[in-house]
């Protein structure tokens, strides 16, 4: 472990201060424009630099550049820039209130959300600073020719906006974070939009502005089979509201497998079920392997989210003399003519009741 | 805190400190954390916490004053319409909007049915629910607050408190119920605590199946609920445009109980003699999470460091259960001592540490180079508990070397080690680049080191008596059988086969995966991925796997109405040689002084066997999802999903196929009528077989003495699912009307085949054998059906009624219903019942 | 099954429902068998909801012989004999429809007193407004005869003015360029008749501004920006646009857009 931190440490030291020192255009990469929302990462750097990007002092004409110095911007929203259209690269923006002209119904919706409060606090602020248009991209052609599809960045199925520019426009603040792998994710290589799961324009959702009621639903509009799993007579309880698929999985990308949040099934179980973590004195191989090799994760038919009723799933691996090995079957059962506690009831765990490992002394059988 | 007063004190300490070094904190997100999600059954969304789905409609001028053609996704899904929000009050510098509702749940019919009942344990009485915004538009600051009451057992308060872009403070408190039995009959008192004590009418070891059964039989039925009561507080503050910290913490305590085992040695093949119980077990106990870290994010890199933490702590180390059977040998004559209790070690107290630090930056072809490296530990020190709790001996008496004197058993001194020392520390590095030389191309290339290194070893060895191993079952094995104790030493036991050691389980992950995409045109796209997998594993059966995987996606917009894609992938595992028993050293036939017995040690197992989570496997996966746009602002869903496994075993797992597809229709046609309906489908095929021994021989060979051809048998577990579900939200004038159906059928199958009647423990019972168990059964039907009439602007009346069906077999509790407790087999869980609930309720809503 | 059968009448309920909710889908087919019906709904209707509409059909014939007396002040070939009055030939035949559907649900501003088309439109049946509607669009505009010049004259930087700020709007104080909604060419929305995904046209009823009376569109654009025009969808989106013209950008747009002749281009 301490030999972990000091390696993390160094790494950390070594990139941050390449970060800090390093000169600006090696930063940019390319001699392209950053087209991007994001500060240049060299610190030495002005943001007000962004400034190029946002609407100039003619488009504003008699509004100008002042704002209210009294009011500051958060640093979430004041540095924003016009979202990059490659389709139109020679349109001007036009501001909010040219947008809220015809879209009065729009700009009510979105009143709701924390997006709009943020930039209506930067946009006062500074007169200069893009809203709608932070997102959508500069206005003047979609305004001249407002059913031309592609002149504004539409988030939408009818919108002709390339879905690598509407992933971009939001990117453009949001990178990093829980986005941070979005780039290789199969969302992505699916051709799916932020927009597939996400509608900022309305507070629709309880939570990250859903493009449904709630997290759920959303992903259950394409995972429908996975939705179906928890018709199922055990399953997590997210029909009772009580969790989200976001809980286990990050939509956006992940380094591991199944989009999980952390590095392991394992590690993800634990997050709840953090008993289950141990290490256990005696240790139950196919668990520390991954829960998933008896549970599915999301409904069973069976007890517990169990992928075979209990004996036979612990008779697809053990076969061990004396007792696991006998083929089971209806008589066995408490209306039968020979019950046995190895098929009836809890089965295997009547006995072996700490299948997750056991930390007692006695325990190796997973007995106590 | 009763969990800060341990020796581990001083490391959560530690990370506190790193996490106040480490600025700040985010709160929760989709990439770190749990507890996104707050509601409950009467509102899974969440967003309706004040009286519940289908009150906030959707505004009725709709989304825009331009079209009236819904807003679809890319994908070309309909967005849910814009709620019809409250519109915000003026209250000096701030504006606020919001509700609250007080209302009575009324509850009939088998309200207590754990299938009815399992994550809300519904209760008739008094629910409560609200929700406010407050917004202070000239700086951003936002106060945002959710509730919803249903019970004790199911409950949130979320609060976050912020300013747009500045900060973002969440605060939250929920209780969470788990009803894990609702026909519970107990023959033990004490239920929750860690002594459970037989009921007043039973001796400890001394009654008789008759009486044990009488008291089962007069116990009500009682439920057993486990409640996890959480509290949380985190924070999300950016400090520039460029750094962002985040940190959580949360306490989260379990308490209540569930059913779970206790092992007095088989009863099957003893009439009359041994013990298996079903006990209610207790759960108490506590966990801390923590994360917190920061981001920092430019146009050319980007960096995030983060922390995580868990503690979680137990009540007690031990839990206790007295036993109403004696135990006796199968020596007839002989009389072995009582055995009253048995034990259960809680799980251990533990400690995780997780360091995370991503870094990427761009380069050239538009690419972006990551890297990824995490280490962290699990590790647990708990003091171990004796390995017996009896007093005087145990064991069989005048057979020599069968009889124990508890007192160098029931103490710690009996222990190699008192506590358990044990870690598992993990460490994983991840390296990728992406590059997009044109519009339509991106390569990708990524290898990942994963590795888990078990640290700590504990012997199960007793310093008092020099002897190995460990009284198996509470004693019970060693007080039925001779020679069966679990207890090995150089004297009468020198051929006792017993475990001796734990078994560490480090695994080592190799990954390297390349793949490209192209975009053909503007309406097609494919993309490729090779990846393999290299995992070496200890102690395991293989000792490296090699995974293989190709995966091909495939998406189609070549229509303006169809939205189709297409994912295959191939996998196939090979790996080294299929070792049978690489368990040899856990046990004492490893010990210098063992002594092979007359017939020789026993197979450990049949040697064809092929465990699926590490054995040979050959996958094919498939799934195409279609999305159709359709007029009238309709859509329709249609998928179909494959998952098809050969496991190269002939003793195993053998085949698992899975089929399944679904088809969802939406429509809003108008802004006062939200409505789908869907139907699902699926099924699965799980195949396995096994051999039953016929004798206690060396040979592990299938075919052998020890496993004749004769005792084969195989099995098919065999499931299909119907699904269906409707819901309909409609506003009639001022009045929404919101109906829900929710169905599922579902049979399990389990068949079964045997060469001959030597599969079987009882051979005689062949001829009366069908061929299969009774069908499991769950068919579940719920129907909710909702008004709300709003009185005035600022008052509403909201009724609604839910109804819910299930009938449910499951062969495991057949029988059941005359009585639990059969010979020397007690039950606690009654099992699935069949139910029938009504929900109704009636909420007064106030609008602000 | 019982829950089957509850679920399908809830589905039957709601189709039904759907129907006579009405409020904006009025102009849905399934409600509305003719176009009588819709008209008779929408009377009821708290506005207008013509993002939902179809293109409306009518007997020019019929029109003709019923435009009579509307002839008095739109004149005898559509074109208004004076400026206060709109001039009705070649407008697009929606725009004109709806309009009168306006003026029959009694909603159409005019200052202190009712407006004397409301009385006149109050005994129009649907298919009166529809045959008139259609008869006047089908009026070429460029052959009618000439007719006075405008009362004021306008100015070239007035019409400079006019003309650019109908085609890039001002930005600067919130303006968009009219041209997004009435064409380039003013000759009204370039996708008027385009049906979108549910077969709606919800821009048939933008109207032609080009040669339109000055006048007339000064007191119009006067209406919408202080907010008294709000009976349709339409009206909600042109006040949101006009709540920042002032006076003199109404002035110059009005005299660009009359100045515009329908023979030209």
């Known amino acids: 472990m301490r030999e972990f931190v000091v390696m993390t440490f160094a790494t950390v030291g070594l990139f941050a201060a390449a970060a800090w020192y390093a000169p600006v255009d090696a930063q940019q990469g390319d001699a392209k424009p950053n087209p991007h929302n994001l500060p240049a990462t060299s610190l030495g750097d002005r943001l007000d630099d962004r400034l190029d990007d946002r609407l100039d002092d003619d488009t504003l004409g008699s509004r100008g550049r002042t704002g209210h110095p009294s009011i500051a911007a958060s640093p979430g929203f004041a540095h924003a820039s016009v979202a990059n259209n490659p389709a139109v690269r020679d349109a001007k923006p036009v501001g909010q209130a040219v947008c809220m002209a015809c879209h009065t ?145 990050n939509p956006h990308g992940s380094i591991n497998a199944v989009l999980l949040k952390t590095d392991t099934v394992n590690e993800t179980c634990y997050q709840c079920h953090a008993e289950k973590r ?91 | 805190m009763r969990m800060l007063q341990r020796s581990q004190a001083s490391r959560l300490t530690l990370c506190m400190v790193l996490l106040l070094i480490a600025p700040f904190a985010r709160a929760q997100d989709s990439g770190l954390g749990i507890d996104l999600q707050f509601g409950n059954a009467l509102d899974p969304s969440g967003l309706e916490p004040s009286s519940g789905i289908g009150t906030l409609g959707c505004d009725p ?180 445009p460029r750094w962002v910290a985040f940190g959580n913490i949360s306490h989260e305590s379990r308490a209540g109980a569930r059913p779970f085992g206790g092992p007095f040695f088989f009863n099957y093949p003893f009439a009359d003699n041994g013990g298996a119980y079903e ?63 048995g034990q259960f070690a809680y799980e251990p107290e533990n400690d995780y540490h997780h360091l995370r630090v991503n870094l990427t930056r761009k380069i050239a072809l ?66 990728r680049v992406v590059l997009q030389p044109g519009r339509d191309v991106t390569w990708r290339a990524s290898a990942k080191y994963d590795r888990q290194d078990y640290q700590g070893d504990y012997d199960a060895f007793n310093p008092l008596t020099g002897q190995w191993g460990y009284p198996a079952e509470n004693g019970a094995q060693g007080s039925v059988v001779p020679f069966e104790s679990g207890i090995w030493d150089p004297g009468p036991g020198a051929s006792n086969i017993t475990r001796i050691r734990n078994l560490p389980l480090d695994r080592e992950l190799l990954q390297f995966t390349l793949s490209a995409d192209v975009r ?156 789908s309906v869907w139907y699902g489908f699926d099924r699965s095929s799980l195949d396995l077989a096994n051999v039953n021994d016929a004798a206690l021989t060396p040979d592990p060979v299938l075919g052998g003495a020890t496993y004749p051809e004769a005792n084969r048998w195989w099995s098919r577990d065999r499931q299909r699912n119907h699904y269906a579900g409707l819901t309909l939200n409609q506003t009639v004038g001022r009045i929404k009307l919101d109906a829900n159906w929710n169905w599922s059928s579902s049979r399990g199958r389990t068949s079964y085949s045997f060469n001959s009647p030597g599969a079987l423990t009882t051979p005689a019972l062949a001829a009366l054998l069908t061929g299969q168990f009774p069908d499991m059964l769950y068919r579940a039907h719920a129907v909710s059906l909702g008004v709300a009439i ?14 819910e069906r299930g009938r449910v077999s499951d062969w495991h509790y057949l029988g059941f219903e005359n009585g639990q407790v059969l010979d020397h087999r007690v039950d606690t869980d009654g099992g699935p019942t069949d139910y029938s609930a009504n929900l109704i309720g009636l909420a007064f809503e106030v609008k602000l | 099954m019982r829950s089957v059968a509850c679920a399908a009448l809830c589905l039957a309920a709601g189709h039904a429902g759907a129907q006579s909710a009405g409020q904006t889908s009025a102009l849905d087919e399934s409600s509305a068998g003719t176009n009588t019906q819709v008209a008779a709904a929408l009377l009821h209707a708290p506005y207008s909801d013509l993002r939902a509409i179809r293109p409306i059909a009518g007997d020019a014939e ?71 509607a259609v008869y006047y669009a089908g009026l070429d505009p460029a052959a009618a005869p000439a007719t006075e010049a405008a009362a004021r004259p306008a100015t070239a930087e007035q019409l400079q003015r006019g003309e650019l700020l109908y085609l890039s709007g001002d930005p600067g104080r919130g303006i968009p360029p009219c041209q997004g909604c009435h064409g380039s060419d003013a000759r009204g929305h370039r996708d008027a008749l385009r049906r979108d995904r549910n077969g709606r046209t919800p821009y048939a009823a933008y109207p032609a501004l080009r040669g339109q009376q000055a006048a007339y569109l000064r007191l119009k654009l006067a209406e919408y920006r202080d907010g008294k025009q709000q009976d349709s969808t339409t009206d909600f989106v042109m006040s949101g646009v006009a709540v920042a013209l002032d006076d003199a950008s109404i002035q110059d747009l009005s005299a660009w857009l009359a100045s515009l002749s329908w023979a030209a281009n």
């Open chain 1, 105 to 249: 119904l729009e700009s009510k919706s979105f009143a709701h959300t924390t997006h709009a409060l943020g930039m209506n606090v930067a946009l006062a602020a500074s007169p200069t600073t893009p809203t709608c248009e932070a997102c959508h991209g500069p206005g003047a052609a979609h305004a001249k020719n407002p059913t031309a599809r592609g002149l504004i960045i539409a988030f939408t199925h009818d919108g002709g906006t390339p879905v690598e520019t509407q992933t971009a426009s939001c990117l453009a603040c949001h990178a990093g974070g829980a986005r941070d792998q979005w780039l290789g994710s199969v969302h992505r290589r699916n051709q799916l939009s932020c927009s597939d799961c996400h509608n900022p324009m309305a507070q629709s959702s309880a939570e990250g502005l859903q493009a449904k009621r709630s997290i759920n639903e959303t992903c259950a509009t394409c995972h429908q089979d996975i939705r179906q799993q928890f018709n199922r007579r055990s399953h997590m309880p997210l029909p009772e509201g009580q969790m989200a698929c976001v809980d286990c999985h």
């Open chain 3, 62 to 132: 019929a029109g003709r012989r019923k435009s009579e007396s509307c002839a008095g002040c739109h004149g005898e070939h559509g074109i208004a004999i004076v400026q206060e009055f709109p001039s009705l030939a070649g407008q697009h035949a929606d725009f004109t429809y709806w309009q009168l559907v306006e003026y029959k649900r009694d909603a159409m501003p005019g200052g202190q007193m009712t407006p004397p088309m409301t009385p006149l439109a109050a005994d129009l049946s649907d298919a009166d407004m529809r045959d008139l």
């Open chain 2, 366 to 431: 538009n690419g972006e180079f990551s890297l990824a490296a995490s280490g962290g530990e699990l590790s647990q020190n708990d003091q171990l508990a004796p390995p017996m709790t009896c007093t005087g001996q145990f064991g069989i008496p005048v057979i020599p070397g069968n009889l124990y004197d508890c007192a160098n058993w029931n103490t710690s001194a009996a222990l190699s080690r008192a506590r358990a020392d044990l870690a598992i520390k993990t460490s994983m590095l991840d390296a």
């Open chain 2, 790 to 803: 709003p009185v005035n602007r600022s008052f509403s009346v909201r009724v609604f009624d839910r109804y």
């Open chain 2, 520 to 675: 053909l045109n503007t309406s097609n796209s494919l993309g490729t991925t090779y990846s393999f997998d290299r995992t070496k594993r200890g102690n395991r059966e293989v000792a490296t796997t090699n995974d293989h995987s190709l995966k091909l996606t495939w998406h189609n917009r070549t229509f303006d109405w169809l939205t189709f894609r297409a994912n295959y992938t191939y996998l196939r595992r090979t790996g080294s040689e299929y070792e049978f028993n690489p368990y040899e050293y856990t046990f004492s036939t490893s010990l210098p002084g063992f002594v092979i017995p007359p017939n020789g040690v026993p197979a450990h197992t049949v040697s064809a066997m092929r465990k699926y989570d590490v054995g040979g496997r050959t996958q094919h996966k498939a799934d195409l999802m279609a999305t159709f746009v359709l007029p009238s602002d309709m859509t329709f869903y249609a998928s179909v999903r494959g998952d098809w496994n050969d496991y190269s075993a002939v003793i195993g797992r053998r085949g698992y196929d899975a089929l399944g597809g679904s088809l969802q229709w939406e429509w809003q046609p108008t802004t006062a009528t939200v409505a």
């Open chain 2, 279 to 341: 006990i209610p077990r207790p759960i108490d106990d506590s966990t801390v999470n923590l994360n917190g870290g920061a981001r920092w994010t430019g146009s050319a890199w980007r960096m995030e460091f983060a922390y995580s933490g868990s503690f979680f702590r137990h009540a007690n180390g031990t839990f206790d259960y007295q036993v109403p059977f004696a135990v006796r040998p199968v020596v007839p004559g002989l009389v072995s001592p009582l055995l009253t209790s």
């Open chain 1, 278 to 368: 141990g290490p256990f004195l005696f240790e139950h191989a196919p668990v520390r392997e991954s829960c998933l090799s008896c549970h599915t994760p999301h409904g069973s038919n069976q007890h517990a989210l169990l992928v075979a009723p209990i004996p036979m799933l612990c008779q697809q691996c053990h076969s061990h003399v004396r007792h696991p090995n006998d083929m089971p079957n209806e008589q066995q059962l408490a209306s039968g003519l020979a019950p046995d506690e190895r098929v009836m009831g809890r089965g295997c765990l009547t006995c072996h009741a700490q299948i997750h490992g056991s930390n007692h002394p006695a325990g190796p059988r997973l007995h106590k």
């Open chain 2, 61 to 240: 001028d709709g989304a825009s004053w331009l079209t009236s053609v819904r807003k679809r996704t890319p994908t070309g899904f309909l967005y849910a319409c814009p709620p019809d929000h409250p519109e915000f009050l003026l209250g000096g510098e701030w504006q606020y909007r919001g509700a609250f509702s007080v209302g009575y749940l009324g509850l009939s019919g088998d309200q207590d049915n754990m299938l009815f009942s399992r994550y809300s344990n519904w209760d008739d009485g008094l629910y409560l629910g609200g929700s406010f915004r407050y917004e202070k538009p000239s700086d951003g600051s936002y106060f945002d607050v959710r509730a919803s009451r249903i019970n004790d057992d199911d409950q949130y308060l979320r609060a976050l408190y912020g300013r747009a872009g500045k900060y973002r403070i969440q605060a939250f408190v929920r209780s969470q119920s788990n009803v894990t039995s609702s026909n519970a009959r107990s023959i033990w008192e004490g239920i929750g605590s860690n002594n459970l004590t037989l009921n007043g009418a039973l001796t400890p070891a001394s009654s008789t199946s008759a009486q044990v059964a009488a008291v089962s039989a007069s116990q009500p039925e009682q439920s057993l609920v486990v409640v996890r009561d959480k509290q949380g507080l985190g924070i999300n503050y950016f400090i520039s």
